[in-house]
Protein backbone atom coordinates (compact mmCIF):
# COMPACT_ATOMS: atom_id res chain seq x y z
CA UNK A 1 0.00 0.00 0.00
CA UNK A 2 1.24 3.78 -0.92
CA UNK A 3 1.83 6.63 1.51
CA UNK A 4 -0.81 7.72 -0.45
CA UNK A 5 -3.35 5.22 -0.01
CA UNK A 6 -2.81 4.62 3.22
CA UNK A 7 -3.16 8.25 4.12
CA UNK A 8 -6.68 7.66 2.34
CA UNK A 9 -7.62 4.99 4.19
CA UNK A 10 -6.66 6.33 7.17
CA UNK A 11 -8.71 9.44 6.68
CA UNK A 12 -11.76 7.47 5.87
CA UNK A 13 -11.66 5.49 8.81
CA UNK A 14 -11.27 7.90 11.16
CA UNK A 15 -14.42 9.75 9.86
CA UNK A 16 -16.55 6.86 9.73
CA UNK A 17 -15.49 6.45 13.19
CA UNK A 18 -16.65 9.41 14.27
CA UNK A 19 -20.08 8.60 12.49
CA UNK A 20 -23.10 7.45 14.38
CA UNK A 21 -25.80 7.99 11.36
CA UNK A 22 -25.73 7.63 7.64
CA UNK A 23 -27.92 9.90 6.36
CA UNK A 24 -28.75 13.62 7.28
CA UNK A 25 -30.93 16.38 6.01
CA UNK A 26 -29.52 19.60 4.95
CA UNK A 27 -32.15 22.95 4.93
CA UNK A 28 -30.81 26.42 4.36
CA UNK A 29 -32.79 29.53 5.68
CA UNK A 30 -32.23 32.93 6.61
CA UNK A 31 -33.42 35.17 9.48
CA UNK A 32 -33.67 38.58 10.05
CA UNK A 33 -31.28 40.58 12.12
CA UNK A 34 -32.40 43.42 14.57
CA UNK A 35 -32.03 46.27 12.08
CA UNK A 36 -34.14 43.31 9.51
CA UNK A 37 -30.71 42.12 7.43
CA UNK A 38 -30.75 38.05 6.40
CA UNK A 39 -28.93 36.05 8.81
CA UNK A 40 -28.20 33.01 6.34
CA UNK A 41 -28.02 29.67 7.64
CA UNK A 42 -27.72 25.82 7.09
CA UNK A 43 -29.26 23.04 9.06
CA UNK A 44 -27.52 19.79 9.09
CA UNK A 45 -29.51 17.34 11.11
CA UNK A 46 -29.35 13.47 11.50
CA UNK A 47 -32.05 11.44 10.06
CA UNK A 48 -32.43 8.77 13.03
CA UNK A 49 -36.49 7.79 12.05
CA UNK A 50 -36.91 7.98 15.60
CA UNK A 51 -37.85 10.23 18.91
CA UNK A 52 -34.38 11.26 20.19
CA UNK A 53 -33.46 14.57 21.00
CA UNK A 54 -30.48 15.94 19.43
CA UNK A 55 -28.25 18.70 20.91
CA UNK A 56 -27.46 22.01 18.76
CA UNK A 57 -24.44 23.35 17.74
CA UNK A 58 -23.43 26.61 16.41
CA UNK A 59 -21.33 27.03 13.83
CA UNK A 60 -19.39 30.56 13.47
CA UNK A 61 -17.07 31.78 10.48
CA UNK A 62 -14.26 34.36 10.95
CA UNK A 63 -13.35 37.69 9.75
CA UNK A 64 -13.31 37.95 6.04
CA UNK A 65 -15.08 34.26 6.05
CA UNK A 66 -18.19 32.86 5.97
CA UNK A 67 -20.47 29.38 6.70
CA UNK A 68 -19.79 28.22 3.48
CA UNK A 69 -16.02 28.85 3.36
CA UNK A 70 -13.67 26.09 2.15
CA UNK A 71 -14.60 21.99 4.41
CA UNK A 72 -16.56 23.90 6.86
CA UNK A 73 -19.90 22.24 5.01
CA UNK A 74 -18.15 19.16 4.91
CA UNK A 75 -16.99 19.41 8.77
CA UNK A 76 -20.71 20.17 9.41
CA UNK A 77 -21.74 17.06 7.94
CA UNK A 78 -19.59 14.81 9.60
CA UNK A 79 -20.75 16.53 13.24
CA UNK A 80 -24.49 16.19 12.33
CA UNK A 81 -23.50 12.42 11.33
CA UNK A 82 -21.90 12.04 14.94
CA UNK A 83 -24.96 12.98 16.60
CA UNK A 84 -25.94 16.74 17.02
CA UNK A 85 -28.33 19.16 14.84
CA UNK A 86 -25.67 21.83 13.49
CA UNK A 87 -26.77 25.18 12.21
CA UNK A 88 -23.76 27.12 10.45
CA UNK A 89 -24.33 31.25 10.34
CA UNK A 90 -23.31 33.76 8.63
CA UNK A 91 -23.54 37.02 10.32
CA UNK A 92 -25.79 39.61 8.78
CA UNK A 93 -23.18 41.92 8.23
CA UNK A 94 -20.44 39.71 6.90
CA UNK A 95 -20.47 40.92 3.71
CA UNK A 96 -21.99 38.24 1.61
CA UNK A 97 -25.01 38.74 -0.25
CA UNK A 98 -27.04 36.67 -2.36
CA UNK A 99 -24.09 34.65 -3.64
CA UNK A 100 -22.99 32.18 -0.71
CA UNK A 101 -19.50 32.44 -1.35
CA UNK A 102 -18.94 36.08 -2.75
CA UNK A 103 -18.39 38.96 -0.49
CA UNK A 104 -19.96 41.30 -2.84
CA UNK A 105 -21.87 43.46 0.04
CA UNK A 106 -18.58 45.10 1.17
CA UNK A 107 -20.77 48.20 2.05
CA UNK A 108 -21.88 46.18 4.89
CA UNK A 109 -18.67 44.22 5.76
CA UNK A 110 -17.17 47.88 6.24
CA UNK A 111 -19.72 47.89 9.45
CA UNK A 112 -19.69 44.48 10.98
CA UNK A 113 -19.56 45.30 14.51
CA UNK A 114 -18.46 42.79 17.59
CA UNK A 115 -21.80 43.69 18.90
CA UNK A 116 -24.25 42.85 15.91
CA UNK A 117 -21.92 39.91 15.64
CA UNK A 118 -23.02 39.24 19.63
CA UNK A 119 -26.71 39.99 18.94
CA UNK A 120 -26.88 37.73 15.28
CA UNK A 121 -26.00 35.04 17.60
CA UNK A 122 -28.45 35.84 20.71
CA UNK A 123 -31.43 36.16 17.33
CA UNK A 124 -30.70 32.63 16.01
CA UNK A 125 -30.58 31.42 19.88
CA UNK A 126 -34.27 32.82 19.80
CA UNK A 127 -35.69 31.37 16.73
CA UNK A 128 -34.49 27.60 17.18
CA UNK A 129 -35.91 28.24 20.70
CA UNK A 130 -39.32 29.43 19.10
CA UNK A 131 -39.26 26.32 16.67
CA UNK A 132 -38.44 29.04 13.94
CA UNK A 133 -35.60 27.29 12.52
CA UNK A 134 -36.50 23.41 12.48
CA UNK A 135 -36.26 19.75 10.66
CA UNK A 136 -38.54 17.74 10.08
CA UNK A 137 -36.36 14.98 10.51
CA UNK A 138 -35.28 15.42 13.42
CA UNK A 139 -35.89 16.67 16.94
CA UNK A 140 -33.65 19.23 18.24
CA UNK A 141 -32.99 19.76 22.15
CA UNK A 142 -32.77 23.62 22.01
CA UNK A 143 -31.92 24.04 25.44
CA UNK A 144 -28.71 22.26 25.48
CA UNK A 145 -26.76 24.63 22.61
CA UNK A 146 -22.84 24.02 21.82
CA UNK A 147 -20.71 26.72 20.27
CA UNK A 148 -17.60 26.95 17.72
CA UNK A 149 -16.47 29.46 16.19
CA UNK A 150 -13.26 29.77 13.66
CA UNK A 151 -10.44 32.72 14.48
CA UNK A 152 -13.14 36.10 14.94
CA UNK A 153 -15.99 33.74 15.28
CA UNK A 154 -13.86 32.18 18.16
CA UNK A 155 -13.63 35.62 19.66
CA UNK A 156 -17.37 35.70 19.39
CA UNK A 157 -18.40 32.11 20.38
CA UNK A 158 -16.54 32.81 23.68
CA UNK A 159 -18.15 36.44 24.34
CA UNK A 160 -21.58 34.42 23.53
CA UNK A 161 -20.76 31.62 25.78
CA UNK A 162 -20.80 33.92 28.83
CA UNK A 163 -23.11 35.69 27.43
CA UNK A 164 -26.14 33.31 26.28
CA UNK A 165 -27.41 30.68 29.30
CA UNK A 166 -28.29 28.10 27.03
CA UNK A 167 -24.66 27.74 25.41
CA UNK A 168 -23.92 25.01 27.54
CA UNK A 169 -20.20 24.00 25.54
CA UNK A 170 -17.25 25.42 23.93
CA UNK A 171 -14.83 25.10 21.27
CA UNK A 172 -12.86 27.66 19.68
CA UNK A 173 -10.16 27.51 16.40
CA UNK A 174 -7.94 29.52 16.46
CA UNK A 175 -9.38 31.67 18.51
CA UNK A 176 -8.30 35.77 18.82
CA UNK A 177 -8.10 36.54 22.52
CA UNK A 178 -8.12 40.01 22.66
CA UNK A 179 -9.37 42.15 19.28
CA UNK A 180 -8.30 45.53 20.98
CA UNK A 181 -4.81 44.24 20.94
CA UNK A 182 -4.43 43.58 17.24
CA UNK A 183 -5.10 46.87 16.33
CA UNK A 184 -1.75 49.38 15.99
CA UNK A 185 -1.45 52.72 16.61
CA UNK A 186 -1.62 53.50 12.80
CA UNK A 187 -4.76 51.92 12.09
CA UNK A 188 -6.53 53.73 15.29
CA UNK A 189 -5.35 56.83 13.84
CA UNK A 190 -6.38 56.07 10.25
CA UNK A 191 -10.10 55.04 11.58
CA UNK A 192 -9.81 59.01 13.51
CA UNK A 193 -8.62 61.24 10.51
CA UNK A 194 -10.35 59.30 7.39
CA UNK A 195 -13.00 57.30 9.26
CA UNK A 196 -11.70 54.09 7.85
CA UNK A 197 -9.03 51.66 7.45
CA UNK A 198 -8.44 49.42 4.10
CA UNK A 199 -7.77 45.35 4.51
CA UNK A 200 -6.45 43.47 1.81
CA UNK A 201 -8.43 40.28 1.20
CA UNK A 202 -5.30 37.55 -0.21
CA UNK A 203 -7.64 34.85 -1.44
CA UNK A 204 -10.32 37.59 -3.56
CA UNK A 205 -7.57 40.65 -4.62
CA UNK A 206 -10.41 42.81 -2.90
CA UNK A 207 -9.60 45.98 -1.01
CA UNK A 208 -11.83 46.06 1.91
CA UNK A 209 -12.87 48.88 4.15
CA UNK A 210 -13.61 48.58 7.86
CA UNK A 211 -15.52 51.70 9.17
CA UNK A 212 -14.72 53.71 11.90
CA UNK A 213 -17.31 52.42 13.94
CA UNK A 214 -16.13 49.56 14.26
CA UNK A 215 -13.35 50.93 16.64
CA UNK A 216 -15.78 52.83 17.92
CA UNK A 217 -17.69 49.88 19.07
CA UNK A 218 -14.99 48.11 20.39
CA UNK A 219 -13.62 50.76 22.43
CA UNK A 220 -17.05 51.82 23.83
CA UNK A 221 -17.60 47.92 24.72
CA UNK A 222 -14.50 46.32 25.79
CA UNK A 223 -15.69 44.87 29.09
CA UNK A 224 -18.62 43.25 27.39
CA UNK A 225 -16.80 42.29 23.95
CA UNK A 226 -13.37 41.50 24.59
CA UNK A 227 -12.93 37.33 24.66
CA UNK A 228 -10.09 38.16 27.28
CA UNK A 229 -12.25 39.67 29.20
CA UNK A 230 -15.51 37.33 28.95
CA UNK A 231 -13.62 33.88 29.13
CA UNK A 232 -13.22 34.39 33.34
CA UNK A 233 -17.14 34.35 32.97
CA UNK A 234 -17.07 30.80 31.34
CA UNK A 235 -17.52 27.84 33.23
CA UNK A 236 -18.93 25.68 30.88
CA UNK A 237 -16.49 22.65 29.40
CA UNK A 238 -14.28 24.53 26.93
CA UNK A 239 -11.87 23.11 24.33
CA UNK A 240 -9.15 25.82 22.72
CA UNK A 241 -7.76 24.48 19.59
CA UNK A 242 -4.70 26.42 18.08
CA UNK A 243 -1.53 25.95 15.64
CA UNK A 244 1.65 26.52 16.88
CA UNK A 245 2.74 27.59 13.21
CA UNK A 246 -0.37 30.29 12.91
CA UNK A 247 1.15 32.98 10.99
CA UNK A 248 -2.46 35.02 11.81
CA UNK A 249 -3.29 34.86 15.50
CA UNK A 250 -0.73 33.71 17.48
CA UNK A 251 -1.15 30.29 19.64
CA UNK A 252 -0.61 32.13 22.88
CA UNK A 253 -3.84 34.16 22.31
CA UNK A 254 -5.29 30.14 22.99
CA UNK A 255 -2.37 29.99 26.03
CA UNK A 256 -3.96 32.98 27.76
CA UNK A 257 -7.38 32.25 26.99
CA UNK A 258 -7.12 28.84 28.43
CA UNK A 259 -5.73 29.88 31.42
CA UNK A 260 -8.48 32.54 32.19
CA UNK A 261 -11.36 30.25 31.42
CA UNK A 262 -13.14 29.85 34.28
CA UNK A 263 -14.74 26.72 33.69
CA UNK A 264 -13.08 23.10 35.39
CA UNK A 265 -13.31 21.66 32.66
CA UNK A 266 -11.15 23.30 29.73
CA UNK A 267 -8.30 21.95 27.42
CA UNK A 268 -5.74 23.73 25.03
CA UNK A 269 -4.72 21.22 22.65
CA UNK A 270 -2.12 22.86 20.23
CA UNK A 271 -1.62 21.06 16.52
CA UNK A 272 2.17 20.89 15.06
CA UNK A 273 3.45 21.57 11.60
CA UNK A 274 0.46 23.50 10.41
CA UNK A 275 -1.25 26.98 10.15
CA UNK A 276 -4.28 29.13 10.84
CA UNK A 277 -6.79 27.56 8.86
CA UNK A 278 -5.15 23.83 10.12
CA UNK A 279 -3.80 22.83 6.21
CA UNK A 280 -7.35 23.84 4.61
CA UNK A 281 -8.33 26.63 1.97
CA UNK A 282 -11.22 27.85 -0.33
CA UNK A 283 -12.40 26.50 -2.42
CA UNK A 284 -12.02 22.87 -0.74
CA UNK A 285 -12.40 20.34 -3.68
CA UNK A 286 -10.19 17.26 -2.31
CA UNK A 287 -12.09 13.78 -1.48
CA UNK A 288 -10.38 14.11 2.19
CA UNK A 289 -9.81 16.80 4.82
CA UNK A 290 -6.39 17.65 4.86
CA UNK A 291 -4.42 15.62 7.86
CA UNK A 292 -4.35 19.03 10.74
CA UNK A 293 -7.72 19.78 10.07
CA UNK A 294 -9.14 16.17 10.17
CA UNK A 295 -7.50 16.09 13.85
CA UNK A 296 -9.02 18.96 14.69
CA UNK A 297 -12.54 17.73 13.70
CA UNK A 298 -12.13 14.61 15.48
CA UNK A 299 -10.97 16.62 19.00
CA UNK A 300 -14.41 19.23 18.60
CA UNK A 301 -16.52 15.84 17.61
CA UNK A 302 -14.75 13.82 20.55
CA UNK A 303 -15.51 17.11 22.73
CA UNK A 304 -19.23 17.61 22.24
CA UNK A 305 -19.53 13.74 22.11
CA UNK A 306 -18.48 14.15 25.96
CA UNK A 307 -20.05 17.59 26.88
CA UNK A 308 -22.73 18.72 25.21
CA UNK A 309 -25.72 16.09 26.55
Same mark, same amino acid.
Given at each position: ???? $? ?6 L???K ?9 I????? /??SE?L?? =?? @? ?21 ? &??? @??? /?? /???? +??M ?14 ? &??? +????? !???L????R?? !???? !??D ?7 L????IKD????L ?10 ? =? &? ?8 ? %????IQ????W ?10 ? %? ?6 K ?9 G ?7 ? &??V ?6 S $?????M??K =????V =?????F ?9 P ?5 ? !?H ?7 ? +?????A??G ?6 ? /? ?21 R????
Amino acid at each position: MTFE $NWLSWTHLTLRKGNMEFDNISISSGQT /PSSEGLPI =RW @DLYTPISGTSREFPVIIFLHGFK &GFK @DWG /PF /PDAC +EDMARSGFGVLAMNFSLN &GIG +ENKTE !LDRLDLFERET !LSQD !LDDIGTIIHALQKGEIKDSHSHLNTDTIGIIGHS =R &GGHTAIVAAA %EYESIQCLVTWSAVGNYMGRWA %EEKIEKWKSQGFIEVDNGRTGQIMKV &GKVVYEDAVS $NADHLMAMK =RVADV =RIPSLFIHAREDETVPYTDSEE !LHIECASKDK +ELRLVANTGHTFGAAH /PFEEMDFPVPFLEVLGWTIGWFREYLR
